[in-house]
């Protein structure tokens, strides 16, 4: 009997030692990272992220204020605009048609359009350039030749319209321009509502953000 007792209890313990975990498999398993592939980065005008990341949110999109109209945004940009074409020989200028993130606009955009009716603006208001809407690809020559804006001419992304302090009308937009790789630049623009101002709005201040000339 009592040999009978021992052979129950080493098939009992033989078992167990077959059901429990397997030496150094589920701990493996649990210490491996996981992965994530990502493209090689270069800074380029918003819309065009080169950096993927699976799982990884979009920028959330500022809201335009309440108390920028439709016609005071198209004034707004108008003015970003015509400040950073102002000392460029360009005659044919490109807009993206995407509104960028961040604070050198290359965050993707892709759900915030600029809108259509921008480009048709800027030709009444600057008759010495033409203006298009037009995405970075079909803009700017091939990349490994410069990326070069086509047509000798410059690529402008804009961002988003921002509020300033409560009560104070203010509002603060990035506008940035491109004209090949290593020759671009980034401002911030401050502007404030004024009904002495030819278009309503009277710009405060300009500040350069960055420059990769």
Do not use: H
């Amino acid at each position: 009997m009592a040999a009978v007792r021992l052979l129950a209890l080493g098939l009992l313990l033989s078992a167990c030692d077959m059901s429990g975990p397997q030496s150094g498999s589920s701990e493996a398993a649990r210490s491996t990272p996981t992965l994530v592939e990502t493209a090689p980065t270069i800074n380029l005008p918003g819309a065009l992220i080169t950096e993927v990341v699976s799982g990884a949110g979009q920028p959330t999109p500022v809201a335009t204020p309440a108390f920028v109209s439709e016609d005071d945004r198209e004034t707004i940009y108008g003015l970003v605009v015509l400040n950073l074409v102002k000392a460029e020989p360009a005659t044919t200028v490109y807009l993206n048609p995407f509104l960028g993130q961040g604070e050198r606009l290359d965050e993707s955009g892709l759900t915030n359009p600029l809108g259509e009716t921008l480009s048709s603006y800027m030709d009444s208001v600057d008759g010495e350039r033409q203006y298009f809407i037009s995405e970075f690809s079909d803009a700017v020559g091939p990349l490994e030749d410069g990326g070069k804006v086509k047509d000798s001419g410059v690529f402008i992304t804009l961002g988003e319209i921002a509020s300033g302090p409560a009560g104070t009308g203010i509002v603060a937009v990035r506008g940035s321009i491109f004209r090949g790789i290593g020759d671009a630049g980034g401002n911030l623009y401050r502007f404030q509502p004024d009904a002495t101002a030819p278009d309503g709005w009277k710009l405060l201040d300009v500040q350069q953000e960055w420059s990769d000339n």
